[in-house]
C-alpha cells in the first residue's frame, strides 16, 4: 500500500527560528493535508493542497504540493510557543470510493530547553 | 457552529466486553471516517461512511470490527469482545464531500479506549 515518509521525526525550535518539515510518497496523490495534533485532542487542519505545484498560505504556516504529487513540505515562520505539537502530514486520492487519508507518523515540535 | 463531537472521550472496557464509540458528524457532513491512532503513530484509516452504506472498510478488521451511519443518529463504530490490542485512541472525521473536488476532513476529538 501507499506509505508516506515524514521528516524530521522531531525538531526542538527556539522562539522565532523558522521550521520546515517535508513527506515524500511512493506514489501519487492528488491531495495534500497538514494537521496539528495537540496532547489528548484530535488534529487540526492547517492547510489543504489541491494542485500539484500549489503553494498555500495560512499565517505563519506556507505548504507547497510537489510538483511530482509524490511530497509535500510545510514551513512556519518566526516560530512561537504555541506552535508546539505533531504536525501530520496526509495524503489522498479523491474520487469515487475512495476518500480516505494516508498519513506520516509525525513531526514531533519542542521548544529548545 | 459545533465541530465533529465524539463520545465518550475516554472508554474502559475489561477483556471480552463491547466498545460503542459514537460520533456526530459536523452540521452539512454526510461523510464519516472512522481512524485508529496507536501512541506515537500517525492516524490509520479503518472505515468510510455515507448514511446507511459502508463505502469503504478495507482499514476495518473483518472479525469483530463493525460501523454503521444510520439515517438518523450517530455513526456508531462497535468493537465486540475487545482485546488488549484494541486500546489506541479512536478518531472520526467528517466532509461535505462536494463535487468539486474539494474534500477536507475535520477530525473529532477522539475517543481514548483502554481494554484492562
Known amino acids: 500500500g501507499q506509505q508516506l515518509n515524514q521528516s524530521p521525526q522531531s525538531m526542538f525550535i527556539q522562539e522565532g527560528e523558522d521550521v520546515s518539515m517535508n513527506c515524500t510518497s511512493s506514489?501519487?496523490?492528488?491531495?495534500w493535508l497538514w494537521y496539528k495534533q495537540d496532547p489528548g485532542e484530535g488534529p487540526v487542519l492547517l492547510i489543504a493542497?489541491?494542485?500539484?505545484?500549489e503553494l498555500t498560505s495560512n499565517g505563519r504556516l506556507t505548504a507547497q504540493f510537489g510538483i511530482t504529487r509524490k511530497d509535500s513540505f510545510l514551513n512556519i515562520s518566526a516560530s512561537i510557543p504555541s506552535d508546539v505539537g505533531i504536525y501530520f502530514c496526509?495524503?489522498?486520492?479523491?474520487?469515487?470510493?475512495?476518500?480516505?487519508?494516508?498519513f506520516g507518523k509525525g513531526t514531533k515540535l519542542s521548544v529548545k530547553p | 457552529n459545533a465541530g465533529v463531537m465524539q463520545n465518550p472521550r475516554h472508554l474502559v472496557r475489561r477483556r471480552g466486553q463491547e466498545a460503542r464509540l459514537r460520533c456526530s458528524p459536523m452540521?452539512?457532513?454526510?461523510?464519516v471516517y472512522w481512524y485508529r491512532q496507536l501512541p506515537e503513530e500517525g492516524l490509520k484509516f479503518m472505515v468510510y461512511?455515507?448514511?446507511?452504506?459502508?463505502?469503504?472498510e478495507s482499514g476495518m478488521p473483518k472479525e469483530r470490527f463493525s460501523a454503521e451511519f444510520p439515517k438518523e443518529g450517530p455513526s456508531i463504530l462497535r468493537i465486540q469482545q475487545v482485546v488488549r490490542g484494541d486500546s489506541a485512541a479512536y478518531f472520526c472525521?467528517?466532509?461535505?464531500?462536494?463535487?468539486?473536488?474539494?474534500?477536507?476532513?475535520?477530525f473529532g476529538p477522539g475517543t481514548r479506549l483502554t481494554v484492562t
Open positions: 452540521k452539512g457532513h454526510s461523510h
Open positions: 493542497l489541491y494542485k500539484a505545484g
Open positions: 506514489s501519487i496523490f492528488n491531495t
Open positions: 461512511l455515507q448514511k446507511e452504506n459502508i463505502i469503504d
Open positions: 472525521a467528517s466532509s461535505p464531500r462536494k463535487n468539486t473536488g474539494v474534500n477536507e476532513q475535520y
Open positions: 496526509a495524503g489522498m486520492n479523491y474520487g469515487g470510493s475512495q476518500g480516505n487519508l494516508i
